[in-house]
């Protein structure tokens, strides 16, 4: 779709009339709110009265004075432990502990009594039963977090205990769907920053498709339904992540898990396999699961640098794992293998060292000799090939045979983060975090060569900064500045070396449909690199019963791609009634191969949401909020001018209108005003 003259790709406007008592949305995607009112002993408000806030962890420090209705907010707060007090001349002071979650408002009503003697009354804030926020927002702490069984440790299965959210079933990509929503539609975010892949809309995963860290988690919020203006770029389920920071405590932790063969059940068609092997030899094992080990550790520490201003936290956490494929081989027979050898050197001479070279992957394949042959059917098309006089070939000699083949490869991912934040006075805030993540993914295991494999080396870096900074008691704005990069490059290193031909069969019996050495040489090399820029920044105003807010996400993306397929050649067998015979004959059915001008090409992407939003306390028990969002992504470009498009619309084009000059019947191709190359109406080197 293109946008010609007004750049917008989502308007949404929200009007939400809520009966609560607190602001909703004092909170961007890494933060949270604290909100309240201040009254007497008899209930009433009491405005003016100073109410100070402190970080328990960091020594954070903030102010602000409720106004006329007594009501007062802290926003863009970062999760944590706080406490909120307020002392009053005539009053006690108030002191309330409670804790800010990532997308929340946490109320904190304070109410005052009499002084009579020096005293400080202490309140411990619980979470209400009830939420009151138009969004459906489920909030997982630290200890949450760290609890949750979680295979291989990915942080993207917090979803799956959050309403409304099911496991996709459907198919394609994405984890889950929520609220019937693609599963393509959910937004992954980390700090603020897009954890999500673009190419495919999905959440960035590492080598090992998990997408690590739960060590360094200190929250997640899963926003199933996300009303309000902090919140755009896709319509699913928004899934929020803050890392952990240091406080003035030090802290750390170690775990250590183990996976092995010895806890896992065998697999039911390696189970059958080994029976029939068993059978014929009894020192083969009856059923003896695949060899498998897994080892995954994560340990982190952190503390205070300099007491309530500098703080560090470093996290290192990772797996390295061997895991087998249980795959079922379908191999020619050593008979059919001499006898159709033998055939292609009289038919087809010029392919018979070729042809040789592709049987003999199957004859040096582990396991292909406890292969257990298929008899073949009476008239089938093994039953009734053709070989020359001077080879002896029996009738009903097995044509193909099967066994289990059990292929495996070292995998591997650590991810490495560092943080530190940085109180730089009374008003300022700073954090800066920088993450590597790395590892081996043994991408494709043929069954018959490992020379065959395909790995694929995936690195990626990731650096964030942050500032908050508050202008007086009622204005905070916070900007955040992201770049990350990564690298999904899918390659068979050794393949075309060795026999640069994937085979492709189609028999109507399934028995001689033989298992392909390289059988994925038309799928590498593939991958993409992706650099991604992000700009976000958020600002919040209390103005009497008005909580105004205002931001901007700015994304970037240069996106490299070697998503080209074919570059190596695919050889098609059988496809007609005779494919048996013509494979013994050496003729395949078709070759095909594309000739890529170019395996990389450079694309260029970005998107930009801002947002406006007044939260405005129209009573005590009445709050209306407006929000006004706007969305534009761009169309990509190609940055060496490699895209191609008609000269106009299909039906107008020369050659469509040869092809049909009087909307009646085809042009006679005999005539040259219908002799016409589809190539004219084709604009080729085109940015966009």
């Not at 694929?456 to 508050?470: A, N, R, V």
């Not at 020369?654 to 006679?668: I, K, V």
Request: a negative charge.
């Amino acid at each position: 779709m293109r946008f010609q003259r007004f750049p917008v790709l989502v308007l949404a406007l929200t009007l939400a009339v809520c009966l609560s008592t607190v602001a909703a949305f004092g909170q961007s995607l890494t933060t949270g709110n604290i909100t309240g009112t201040v009254s007497d002993s008899s209930n009433a408000v009491v405005p003016g009265a100073k109410v100070n806030l402190k970080g328990v962890d960091t020594g954070y420090t903030a102010s602000t004075t409720s106004n006329s209705t007594g009501s007062y907010s802290f926003g863009l707060l970062r999760p944590g432990n706080y406490q909120v007090s307020v002392k009053q001349s005539g009053f006690a002071e108030t002191v309330q502990s409670l804790v800010v979650e990532v997308g929340q408002t946490t109320t904190a009503n304070l109410q005052l009594s009499v002084n009579k003697t020096s005293e400080t009354i202490e309140v411990s804030a619980a979470a209400p039963l009830i939420n009151t926020e138009p969004s459906m927002n489920t909030s997982f702490t630290q200890s949450e977090v760290a609890q949750l069984p979680s295979a291989g440790g990915d942080i993207t299965n917090i979803a799956d205990t959050a309403p409304g959210v099911v496991v996709n079933g459907t198919g394609g990509y994405g984890n889950f769907t929520a609220n019937g929503m693609p599963a393509t539609s959910n937004l992954f975010t980390v700090n603020g920053e897009n954890d999500m892949d673009p190419y495919f809309n999905i959440n960035n995963s590492g080598a090992a498709n998990l997408t690590l860290g739960q060590n360094e988690i200190g929250e997640a919020t899963v926003i199933t339904n996300p009303y309000g203006g902090q919140y755009g770029q896709l319509a699913g389920a928004q899934v929020t992540y803050v890392t952990k920071s240091g406080t003035n405590q030090f802290h750390g932790n170690a775990a250590y898990w183990w996976n092995g063969r010895l806890l896992n059940a065998n697999d039911w068609m390696n189970k059958q396999s080994q029976a029939v092997a068993h059978s014929l030899d009894p020192t083969q094992p009856a059923n003896q699961p695949a060899f498998s080990n897994a080892n995954q550790w994560a340990t982190s520490f952190g503390g205070p640098i300099i007491k309530d201003k500098t703080f560090f936290f470093v996290d290192y956490e990772g797996m390295r794992f061997l895991l087998p494929n249980v795959d079922q081989v379908t191999a020619p027979t050593p008979a059919f293998i001499a006898a159709a050898e033998a055939q292609v050197a009289i038919s087809n001479p010029g392919e018979s060292a070729t042809y040789n070279q592709f049987l003999s992957f199957y004859q040096n394949a582990p396991g292909y000799g406890s292969a257990q042959p298929n008899i073949p059917g009476s008239g089938d098309t093994c039953d009734t090939l053709v070989f020359d006089s001077s080879i002896a070939w029996t009738p009903g000699t097995p044509c193909s045979q099967t066994y289990t083949a059990v292929p495996k490869a070292l995998a591997w991912e650590y991810i490495f983060s560092a943080r530190v934040d940085q109180k730089l006075g009374n008003n300022d805030n700073l954090f800066g975090r920088y993450k590597l993540d790395h590892g081996l993914q043994p991408t494709l295991l043929d069954p018959l060569d490992p020379r065959f494999d395909a790995n694929s080396l995936q690195p990626s870096w990731d650096f964030q900064i942050q500032e908050t900074h508050l202008l007086g008691q009622t204005k905070t704005n916070s900007f955040t500045g992201t770049v990350s990069h990564y690298v999904a490059q899918f390659t068979a290193p050794q393949a075309a070396a060795t026999f640069n031909y994937q085979e492709a069969f189609n028999e109507p019996g399934g028995f001689y449909n033989f298992t392909s050495p390289n059988r994925a040489a038309a799928s590498f090399p593939q991958g993409r690199n992706i650099t991604q820029y992000q700009f976000i920044d958020d600002f919040s105003w209390s103005h009497g019963n008005h909580t105004f807010r205002f931001g901007e996400n700015f994304r970037r993306y240069d996106i490299s791609d070697h998503n080209f397929f074919i570059t190596s050649p695919i050889v098609y067998w059988g496809y007609s009634t005779d494919g048996l015979q013509s494979f013994v004959n050496g003729m395949a059915y078709q070759y095909r191969k594309n000739l890529n001008q170019s395996t990389n090409v450079p694309i260029a992407l970005w998107g930009i949401g801002v947002y406006g939003q007044d939260e405005w306390k129209a009573r005590r028990n009445l709050k209306l909020t407006l929000a006004l969002r706007v969305e534009r992504n761009s169309n990509p470009v190609c940055q060496t001018n490699c895209f191609a498009n008609f000269t106009g619309p299909l039906a107008t084009t020369a050659s469509a209108q040869a092809g049909n000059p009087n909307g009646f019947g085809a042009c006679d191709p005999t005539v040259p005003a219908c002799d016409v190359p589809y190539s004219s109406d084709i604009k080729f080197n085109q940015h966009q």
